[in-house]
Antibody
Framework: EVQLLESGGGLVQPGGSLRLSCAAS????????MSWVRQAPGKGLEWVSG????????YYADSVKGRFTISRDNSKNTLYLQMNSLRAEDTAVYYC??????????????WGQGTTVTVSS | DIVMTQSPDSLAVSLGERATINCKSS????????????LAWYQQKPGQPPKLLIS???TRESGVPDRFSGSGSGTDFTLTISSLQAEDVAVYYC?????????FGQGTKLEIK
C-alpha cells in the first residue's frame, strides 16, 4: 500500500525554523516527483514546493521562495521541507503528495495525512 | 501565474440529482506536445487530506465511482456528479499542473439540499 507519513510539525515562534519530513512507503520513491501543499485554517489548498524524482529540479511558491528549501533522500525514501524565517501566515496543515510521474508537471495522486505547523508567539 | 477560478463557491443539490462544478483557467493548460490538459480535480472531506478524483481533465482515478466525470479543454473545465450521494458532501478543488507554480481553484463546497 502506498503511504506517506508527515512529521515535524509543531508550535514555533515567528522568525523560527522547522523541518518537516515525509516518509514514503509502498512505491519506488526515487521514480516519482513530490510536492508539499499547505492549507491554512479554514482556507483552500496552496501549493508550496515541488521536487523532481532525482532532486535535480526544485520549485517554490513566491510566498516561500528564499525561506523554504525542499529536498529528498532517495536512499531513505524521505522528503523534507526546511522552513526558515517562519511567519504567522505560514500557519497551516502541511501535506506531502506524490506526483504521478518523475516530473513535477503531473497530478498529485497520493497524499499524506498532514502535519500541523503553528507560528505564534 | 495561472489563476484558477471555480464556480460556484458553494452548491446545494438534492440526493440523486446532478451536481456541476466549473473551473476556468486564466490561460490554456493544454500541453501541445502530449495533447493533454494538465488539469486535476480533488475531493476533500472534513478532517481528511484531498483525494484525487480526475486527472488530465477527464481521466477518472481507479476506484472513483463512475458518477464522477470530468470534461473540458483549454481553459474551461467541468466536474459533474451525475447522481449525488450523501458521501459526496465535500469541498472540490481544481488544480492546474501545466506550469509552476501549480495553482488550485478556491474550492467549491457541495452540500445536500
Amino acid at each position: 500500500e502506498v503511504q506517506l507519513l508527515e512529521s515535524g510539525g509543531g508550535l514555533v515562534q515567528p522568525g523560527g525554523s522547522l523541518r518537516l519530513s515525509c516518509a514514503a512507503s509502498g512505491f519506488t520513491f526515487s521514480s516519482y516527483a513530490m510536492s508539499w501543499v499547505r492549507q491554512a485554517p479554514g482556507k483552500g489548498l496552496e501549493w508550496v514546493s515541488g521536487i523532481s524524482n532525482s532532486g535535480g529540479g526544485t520549485y517554490y511558491a513566491d510566498s516561500v521562495k528564499g525561506r523554504f528549501t525542499i529536498s529528498r533522500d532517495n536512499s531513505k525514501n524521505t522528503l523534507y521541507l526546511q522552513m526558515n524565517s517562519l511567519r504567522a501566515e505560514d500557519t497551516a496543515v502541511y501535506y506531502c503528495a506524490k506526483k504521478g510521474g518523475g516530473s513535477c508537471y503531473n497530478r498529485m495522486d497520493v497524499w499524506g495525512q498532514g502535519t500541523t505547523v503553528t507560528v505564534s508567539s | 501565474d495561472i489563476v484558477m477560478t471555480q464556480s460556484p463557491d458553494s452548491l446545494a443539490v438534492s440526493l440523486g440529482e446532478r451536481a456541476t462544478i466549473n473551473c476556468k483557467s486564466s490561460q490554456s493548460v493544454l500541453y501541445s506536445s502530449n495533447n493533454k490538459n494538465h488539469l486535476a480535480w480533488y475531493q476533500q472531506k472534513p478532517g481528511q487530506p484531498p483525494k484525487l478524483l480526475i486527472s488530465w481533465a477527464s481521466t477518472r482515478e481507479s476506484g472513483v465511482p463512475d458518477r464522477f466525470s470530468g470534461s473540458g479543454s483549454g481553459t474551461d473545465f467541468t466536474l459533474t456528479i451525475s447522481s449525488l450521494q450523501a458521501e459526496d458532501v465535500a469541498v472540490y478543488y481544481c488544480q492546474q499542473y501545466y506550469s509552476t507554480p501549480s495553482t488550485f481553484g478556491q474550492g467549491t463546497k457541495l452540500e445536500i439540499k
